[in-house]
């Protein structure tokens, strides 16, 4: 689960870290308002989405300005026009896609004086199973193009959680980002808190970036982004409150309300699969015959026919599906649950695109006994590469 930026640095704010004045914008006639309440003389105004690289985006509406999602101002009338301007527009950047995403929010805060720009990340790593630091001088930039272009300016290491956090690991940051003085201090603190909030948050994910040597010589936090644990999130109840649904795909966050394991692709094949691991090669067939998967949906060893209703449901809501894969090994899913679920769903909701599915495993025959006997225009499947070639063929032509 993330959440936005100016969520991020309350959260900051609240264990101490060091961050802007700031105020969020919901609606335009309260940007003037908000605006006042900050000191100046430069006001920065953030659109607030879920993805990155917002300053170097632009938006897909003429009357929202030519510049990106973040601006810089100089009086409390130009923050408030700016915000103005933002608020309802769809702003496109190298991670929303060309669909880009509605500004829903905006964040006004106090601007800063930068000497330095530098990045700053924790993260777990699956490799140690271990929260890791990933420091590099290289700040206000992606950290593929530096770990691509200068990987030696990046610095990366893990806590053991045995001996736990200790400050020479926040000095350790402070010498490979280059700073002196009360800096070095400061990092000290900023790396005890980071890690603390992180355990304590049930946090995937914490990138302050960039981190700033300020004009003054002080270290502050003037981006920052965050994701959590979503299994983690019955004990985080406060960071739930905080989970904005319409940043969320509607597909995915109908499928989590049913607890279904669902992304969506680009593809064009829609798939229903029970096992995470059956999915993947379920996807990974579909692009060996020759077509892409519009989605990964995994309904679980447990799901009951509802289940496998809602699933079908998602699917079909999807305009990019031109054909559907249902592909069932029975252990403890039973084939016939299956067979009810999809007989269910494609009566309720009809069948405008091919439906190859193939069924093997508990109940098999029982599962096939309901497909052939529902009147649906079904293509049965032998196999995998069988069900992969006929789904292909029928999206095809």
Not at 97 to 103: D, T
Not at 163 to 168: N, R, W
Not at 224 to 249: C, H, V, W
Not at 306 to 315: D, H, L, P, R, Y
Request: hydrophobic share 40%.
């Amino acid at each position: 689960m993330n959440i936005h930026e100016y969520q991020a640095k309350r959260l900051l704010r609240d264990y101490g870290a060091p961050v802007s004045d700031g105020r969020i914008v919901l609606k335009s006639d309260e940007a003037k308002t908000m605006a006042g309440e900050l000191d100046g003389p430069l006001w920065v105004v953030k659109a607030q989405i879920h993805a990155g690289g917002r300053g170097k985006g632009h938006f897909k509406e003429p009357e929202a300005g030519e510049k990106g999602g973040v601006r810089l101002t100089r009086s409390v009338t130009e923050a408030a026009a700016e915000a103005e301007k933002m608020l309802g527009r769809t702003l496109i950047t190298h991670q929303t896609g060309p669909a880009g995403k509605q500004v829903n929010r905006v964040y006004i805060e106090d601007g800063s004086g930068i000497e330095t720009e530098l990045y700053l990340a924790l993260l777990v790593d699956r490799q140690t199973s271990r929260i890791a630091f990933v420091c590099s001088t290289e700040g206000g930039m992606d950290i593929e193009e530096v770990a691509a272009s200068t990987p030696e300016r990046i610095l990366s290491f893990s806590i053991d959680p045995a001996s736990g956090l200790s400050d020479f690991h926040g000095r350790r940051v402070a010498f490979a980002l280059g700073l002196k003085g009360a800096q070095i201090k400061q990092c000290v603190k900023l790396i005890r808190t980071l890690y603390a909030m992180f355990l304590e948050r049930d946090m995937e994910m914490l990138e302050i970036n960039p981190l700033i040597v300020t004009d003054k010589g002080d270290l502050k936090c003037l981006d920052a982004k965050m994701g959590f644990d979503s299994n983690a999130m019955y004990r985080q109840p406060d960071i739930l409150a905080l989970r904005d649904e319409t940043e969320e795909d509607p597909k995915e966050l109908a499928a989590s309300k049913h607890d279904l394991n669902y992304i969506a692709l680009d593809g064009e094949i829609g798939c229903m699969v029970n096992g995470a691991g059956l999915a993947m090669a379920t996807m990974d067939i579909i692009k060996l015959y020759g077509s892409e998967p519009a989605n990964f949906l995994d309904v679980g060893g447990g799901a009951t026919k509802e289940k496998v209703t809602e699933a079908f449901k998602i699917i079909t809501s999807d305009p990019q599906v031109k054909g559907i894969l249902v592909n069932i090994f029975g252990g403890i899913m039973r084939c016939d649950v299956i067979a009810e679920g999809v007989v269910a769903a494609v009566k309720e909701v009809g069948l405008k695109v091919p439906l190859v599915v193939r069924l093997e495993g508990t109940n098999v025959e029982k599962g096939k006994e309901i497909i052939n006997n529902s009147g649906l225009d079904v293509i049965a499947a032998d196999d995998l590469g069988d069900a992969a070639a006929k789904i292909v063929k029928a999206v095809k032509g």
